[in-house]
């Protein structure tokens, strides 16, 4: 049979007034016949329901698509806040360490009040120009905070070494362990007399013991005072080694890692010219800084 155009026009026209009856027919049905409304929605639901689930599924699909998409971009971003929160631990528990190192360094050089000192103020190393022919360092204090050549360096663990040369700002420390440094030294227990001697190793040598000398290793050796550079009882390092005439000392103050020094002055001129060793005077400039 074939279809017209005003038979087309004709149910266009038709379609929508029957749907209008068909839906109040409903209504009145519903409202007349309760259950037998319920058991025509429910028939209608459970053919469409099929329907529904297979166009659901996609739907869902996508949706969890979508969500693990969202979720893998915000554990994205947040473990890149944790790498850099926890960058920033770090660097803190760095900062937190080298605080406590410094503290206690600080602690070190508040206790260390070397008898008979006419003057003495803490310094920090800014330089070191250890190398294969010179162990120095620089420190951040001069002539006008009261340092003079000659004046002792120490840590709260011993003897350093020695002011070799000032500048207004600055001065230079010459280490136990320099090829130039030759200190006046006994041993502790028996009070021989010796020389430690620098040769640019990490453990300077102890020569020029009296014949027999019996060294043992651990000793502990102490400045000896003689030639007017030290006074006697200062701190030095223990004996590491024993060969032969070969005799090393490892110093008590870690040489290697320097940071905060005292500068003392015992008031001696010694073997260096009196030109060269004026008689101490106040710091300026430092106030707190110097202790007398």
């Not at 620098?198 to 060294?215: A, C, F, H, Q």
């Not at 502990?220 to 030290?230: A, D, E, L």
Request: aromatic content about 4%; charged content about 25%.
């Amino acid at each position: 049979m074939r279809i017209t155009a005003p038979m087309k026009a004709a149910a266009q026209r038709l379609t929508l007034p029957f749907f209008i009856f068909l839906s109040a027919l409903l209504i009145v049905f519903g409202k007349t016949d309760t259950f037998l409304y319920d058991g025509l929605r429910a028939a209608v639901t459970d053919r469409v329901a099929p329907v529904l689930q297979v166009m659901s599924q996609p739907i869902a699909a996508v949706t969890g698509a979508f969500q693990a998409v969202s979720d893998i971009v915000a554990a994205h971003r947040e473990n890149a806040e944790l790498r850099e929160e926890n960058a920033r631990l770090l660097q803190w528990q760095e900062v937190a360490r080298r605080l406590a190192a410094e503290n206690a360094e600080l602690r070190d050089l508040v206790k260390l009040v070397p008898e008979n000192a006419v003057h003495s103020i803490a310094a920090r190393v800014i330089a070191d120009s250890g190398g294969a022919f010179a162990r120095n360092v620089l420190i951040d204090v001069g002539e006008k905070d009261g340092v003079q050549r000659g004046q002792a360096a120490m840590t709260g663990e011993g003897l350093v070494g020695r002011v070799a040369e000032v500048g207004e700002r600055t001065a230079r420390v010459l280490l136990l362990t320099d090829l130039n440094s030759h200190i006046p030294v006994e041993l502790d227990e028996t009070h021989e007399r010796a020389i430690l001697d620098g040769d640019n190793s990490e453990e300077p040598r102890l020569i020029y013991l009296p014949p027999k000398t019996e060294v043992k290793v651990g000793a502990r050796i102490v400045t000896g005072g003689s030639g007017g550079v030290f006074p006697p009882g200062l701190p030095v390092g223990v004996v590491s080694s024993v060969s032969g005439n070969m005799i090393r000392v490892e110093p008590y103050a870690e040489l290697a890692r320097l940071e905060l020094l005292r500068i003392v002055d015992f008031g001696l001129s010694g073997v260096l010219p009196q030109s060269v060793v004026p008689a101490p005077r106040a710091a300026k400039g430092r106030s707190g800084a110097a202790a007398r």
